[in-house]
RNA sequence: GCGGUAGUGGUGUAGUGGCAGCACAAAGGCUUCCCAAGCCUUUAACCCGGGUUCGAGUCCCGGCUACCGCACCA
């Protein structure tokens, strides 16, 4: 795959850079770094957390107003019941097993299952009774151990006790007998926990998609990277709600069909037009498509190189066990290529294990565009006989016999023949209008700290002006932390400096105002921390009303009027600093 | 969780047992000033806890954090 034109990957040292960057200019800082600091937790300075504010309010013009989805937010503690549904308490559980020896920690339950195999002995450690898929269970996993002297594969010492570790942090709820709680490792359960409400809301017609913005925790064993992964992170979710049978044809699918993708997939690796990728049986449907479209157009609007920017297809055995497709949009940095956010079709699995949990239907009626008429052979019980014949148990055998589908011969009942007297079998037309469906789900899921370092990271750029290097962020205008600098020449010109500088924030322009220093200096900070323009009074502007406007990435400069100020540069953040009209 | 390496002002660093230095940044001032100029002044640091020692930034032990490798990442 190509790489950006104007810019490479080429600098040395750059993780360091815009990481050393991130927390001398207040967007990136360990959390608690007073205490020593803690892995896995990070705090948004003040232009990080406008920064992040940003980036959020992006996504939620694209998948909340412009996708006409429901917002909710739901809490970040969640109660057990959830979890059992969701598969989270099980599956989310590695039992870990360490060699007293060599130190290695491993999964207990695979060195179990791994032992006997090669034995040709079958591997039984589930505990049974519990909703969703195998859960081994700590127990037998030890027994097999010690029963079998099952030893560490690496080195061949002895294995020490089998622990769980569940990736979910808990808590109580409450004093006294306390309910258990959970933090939640996605914001999604909520949305599904909500479904039967959501789906009144939308008065009970599908397709429509929910979303929310929030906090969610794993507790990471080792975590590495720094924001790349998180024990708190922010997740921007939508979980689209549609009919299965309607997959393949989203009804706004024409405004995305020529937008162009990198896919890395099993099948195809290269640029193609989600519309191709979908008639070529690329990406399994038009929902997943049109996401991944969407998806693409977020990345690039807050700033993700497009060239530094993939949609990986999920091979077979990465893909959560109910998963059809699974799509990872990935950016790549120093890192590697990183998951940004996933575009899963999840189908029913998350609403049919809630309505096992819960005990309550999660589907929707819908109707068919007209009535059907059906033909039906029922058999109906004639209660005049059976109720003498049977006395108590006549209601079950009439149960019974109302629920012959296709009555063949002589009915058998408890091995006894029913007589043909107590119940006649016949044709009945029946009007039916419509199918109860469990809507399958689509879910784009955004790790919004990531997207951010990805994006700090693609901005990032050094060069020289006048000789001299300039480290400089170019930052997309949507989700740079400040628009908008102004600056005095001269603190003489201060008084009217401040003027403009109200007169913009007026405005609605996130504007910064700085006085100190040379104005070289005031611009290179600017720079540094991506702001598009910078607004200068001069001499000039007391005679005639106008300002220097110069832009980040070129250092160019035109005059405007104060007049027209805030036009201009409202204009020049949606167009660029050369294509406005002044 | 294991192994290796490291942790000194806001940032980057020097300092191998005896007064903690430098550069950049920041704040105030001078400079009539459109791209980190200069000058003066000022602020500001040995990750945490034990131990050894007359004395520890330095040596030892433990912890925390970061980077690299291993393992983990439904």
Request: aromatic share 8%.
């Amino acid at each position: 795959m190509q790489l950006d034109k104007h810019k490479d990957t080429s600098i040395d040292g750059l993780k360091e850079r815009v990481l050393e960057l991130a927390k001398r200019r207040g967007f990136l800082w360990p959390s608690y770094e007073l205490y020593g600091g803690v892995a896995g937790l990070w705090d948004y300075g003040p232009f990080g957390a406008m920064l992040k504010h940003r980036v959020e309010s992006a996504w939620r013009d694209i998948f909340v107003v412009g996708e006409s989805a429901l917002p909710i937010e739901t809490p970040t503690i969640g109660v057990e019941e959830l979890f059992l549904a969701s598969g989270h308490l099980s599956n989310f559980v590695d039992l870990i097993v360490e060699c007293v020896n060599c130190h290695t920690a491993l999964r207990a339950d695979h060195v179990v299952t791994e032992y006997l195999k090669s034995r040709g002995i079958a591997a039984d450690l589930c505990d049974p009774g519990i909703a969703g898929a195998c859960v081994p269970s700590s127990e037998k996993t030890q027994q097999q151990i010690d029963s079998h002297g099952i030893t560490c594969p690496d080195c061949g010492g002895p294995l020490g006790k089998v622990h769980d570790f569940n990736l979910m942090f808990t808590t109580h709820i409450g004093p006294g007998t306390q309910r258990k709680g959970y933090l939640r490792p996605e914001t999604a359960q909520g949305i599904f926990a909500d479904f039967p409400r959501l789906l009144r809301f939308h008065r009970d017609r599908l397709p429509f998609g929910v979303a929310q913005i929030g906090k969610s925790y794993r507790n990471e064993i080792s975590p590495r990277q720094g924001v790349i992964r998180l024990r708190e992170f922010t997740q921007a979710e939508a979980e689209v709600f549609v009919d299965p049978r309607e997959k393949n044809h989203h009804p706004r699918f024409d405004e995305v069909a020529n937008v162009e993708i990198n896919i890395l997939s099993k099948d195809f690796v290269g640029t193609a037009s989600v519309k191709s990728a979908c008639e070529r049986n690329i990406i399994a449907h038009e929902y997943l498509a049109y996401y991944i479209a969407r998806c693409q157009e977020f990345f690039i609007r807050v700033g993700v190189r497009e060239s530094r920017l993939r949609f990986r297809q999920h091979l077979p055995d990465e893909m959560a066990h109910y998963a059809v497709d699974c799509w990872d949009a990935e950016g790549l940095t120093q890192h590697g290529w990183i998951e940004l956010a996933g575009i899963a079709d999840r189908t029913d699995y998350d609403l049919k294990q809630h309505e096992r949990q819960s005990g309550l239907q999660m589907a929707v009626f819908v109707p068919y565009e007209a009535p059907k008429e059906v033909e039906r052979i029922v058999v109906r019980p004639n209660m005049g006989y059976l109720g003498p014949k049977y006395k108590g148990k006549a209601k079950q055998v009439a149960a019974f016999l109302s629920g012959i589908r296709h009555p063949e011969g002589a009915i058998v009942f408890d091995g006894q023949v029913v007589d043909p007297e107590g119940y006649a079998i016949e044709t009945v037309r029946e009007s039916i209008s419509g199918d109860f469906v469990t809507p399958h789900v689509i879910e784009p899921s955004f790790g919004i700290d990531r997207s951010i370092y990805t994006i700090l990271e693609h901005a990032y750029d050094e060069d020289t002006i006048d000789g001299e290097r300039r480290v400089v962020l170019r930052l997309s205008p949507h989700i740079a932390p400040v628009e908008v600098a102004v600056f005095p020449l001269v603190k003489a010109l201060n008084e009217k400096a401040l003027e403009v500088f109200r007169l913009l924030r007026r405005a609605g322009l996130l504007v910064e105002y700085d006085d100190s220093g040379t104005i070289g200096r005031r611009y290179r900070r600017q720079d540094e921390i991506g702001t598009p323009f910078a607004v200068t009074i001069d001499h000039e502007t007391i005679e005639n009303s106008t300002v220097t406007v110069r832009d980040r990435d070129t250092t160019k400069q035109v005059r405007s009027s104060i007049e027209s100020l805030a036009d201009v540069l409202r204009e020049m953040l949606v167009r660029g600093f050369d294509k406005q009209s002044s």
